[in-house]
């Protein structure tokens, strides 16, 4: 099992409507979940950190975790095409040293 | 505030030369530093990872290898080149500690030929 997947595919948009993102983990005794955006070409850039079960509201941004379910989740309100991204999804390695591990991300694209 | 710096940001270069990426952290001491490949339409592979001068760990059994001379410098390196080498190389710093979160700096784009 992965350690942390991502659902695979594209995800298309219109604008203003709302993304959802779904990431699921395999270690239960991981504690910090990230959402990190990525555009074409560039480097990740940490958008989103979330430590307790709940919401995490950010602008338009909101992370969701369920420790007892094992997943986290990010949902885009609003979308804008500045959006269209690949979003990945990170967990801490319980096993040690700072380790994060990373989902293969999920593409959204915003249709103007 | 803290910066991380990576440089070059593109390199071409022939299958069996050498290679010296570095990277440098401003703002911060004693920082978590890390190496992650990330190749096309691929995931980020975490290469080496090194939590002090000196201390150095390799995940991936390759021919690549690490040094962090200095608190704030990494540098990823390699003796002869692979094509399978290519790819956008990442490092990233975090604060140490129970921080977790990675910041990353702006990547270097490696194609090898």
């Known amino acids: 099992q992965k350690e942390v997947e991502q659902n695979s595919g594209p995800l298309s948009v219109p604008e203003g409507a709302i993304a959802s993102l779904n990431c699921t983990y395999s270690?239960?005794?991981?504690?910090?979940f990230f959402w990190y955006r990525q555009y074409s070409g560039k480097s990740p850039e940490l958008i989103m950190s979330?430590?307790?079960?709940g919401d995490k509201e950010d602008g338009r941004f909101t992370a969701q975790l369920n420790k007892a379910s094992q997943y986290v989740s990010l949902l885009i309100r609003d979308s804008q095409p500045s959006d269209s991204a690949t979003y990945l999804c990170?967990?801490?390695?319980?096993?040690?040293?700072?380790?994060?591990?990373f989902g293969k991300g999920n593409q959204v694209v915003v249709i103007p | 505030s803290q910066t991380i710096h990576q440089w070059p940001a593109t390199l071409v270069q022939p299958v069996g030369s050498p290679l010296s990426l570095e990277c440098t952290v401003e703002?911060?001491?004693?920082?978590?530093l890390y190496w992650y490949r990330q190749a096309a339409g691929r995931g980020l592979q975490l290469l080496f990872y090194?939590?002090?001068?000196?201390?150095i760990s390799s995940e991936v059994p390759q021919n690549l290898s690490a040094s962090r001379p200095q608190d704030r410098q990494f540098i990823l390196s390699s003796k002869k080149l692979l094509l399978s080498d290519s790819g956008f190389y990442l490092c990233?710093?975090?604060?140490?500690?129970?921080?977790?979160?990675?910041?990353f700096g702006p990547g270097t784009r490696l194609t090898v030929t």
């Open positions: 703002g911060t001491s004693n920082p978590n």
């Open positions: 270690d239960r005794g991981s504690q910090s």
């Open positions: 990170a967990v801490n390695n319980p096993g040690g040293n700072n380790r994060l591990a």
């Open positions: 979330i430590y307790s079960n």
């Open positions: 990233a710093w975090s604060g140490g500690g129970y921080s977790y979160e990675q910041y």
């Open positions: 090194s939590i002090g001068i000196d201390q």
